[in-house]
């Protein structure tokens, strides 16, 4: 994939050349890219002299960075207890209906990525889906289309 680095300099530029900074280097990164592209955790490495093998082991060891392309719209399906008591398994099969996706994938446009987590800490709402950053609760799979706003199938 190509990308336009030109954000990443400014990205750089903004911390010291130390390795303390490179975990901030990384979340401004993956907010910029919504995933660690390889050719940006080389240019950190080699701007903060530190070997390769050390940025890829920060990036691979948090969850909250992605090594492969996330859509701009992150959906998120709560299969805590408690969703998964009240419906959480409908709600991911009618979100992998409408949006053509499994879990853990993302549209080939970019738009969405479907993910499946433990819990979002929201259990009075039961089942919830995140959407980007809004939490969404009581979902029923008949409200599922209107949640994600999309028209297609």
């Known amino acids: 994939m190509n990308h336009d680095f ?9 911390y010291p050349k130390a390795p303390a900074s ?7 990164i993956q907010e910029a890219y919504n995933y660690l592209p390889c ?7 080699d701007e ?3 070997p390769h093998s050390q940025v890829f082991s920060v990036a691979t060891f948090y969850k909250v960075f992605s090594l492969t392309p996330k859509g701009r719209t992150i959906v998120r399906v709560c299969k805590g207890t408690a969703c998964h008591v009240r419906g959480a398994q409908l709600i991911t099969d009618e979100c992998e209906r409408l949006l053509g996706l499994r879990p853990g994938e993302t549209a080939d446009d970019l738009e969405f990525t479907l993910e499946v987590v433990n819990c979002v800490g929201a259990c009075a ?12 609760g009581a979902v029923k799979p ?12």
């Open 6 to 14: 030109s954000e990443l300099e400014g990205i750089l530029a903004r």
């Open 22 to 28: 490179l975990v901030m280097l990384l979340q401004d």
């Open 48 to 50: 903060l002299k530190v």
């Open 125 to 136: 709402m039961a089942p919830v889906v995140v959407v980007g950053e809004k939490y969404h």
């Open 39 to 45: 050719e940006a955790l080389q240019q950190v490495a």
């Open 142 to 153: 008949n409200r599922v289309r209107k949640v994600l706003g999309v028209k297609r199938c």
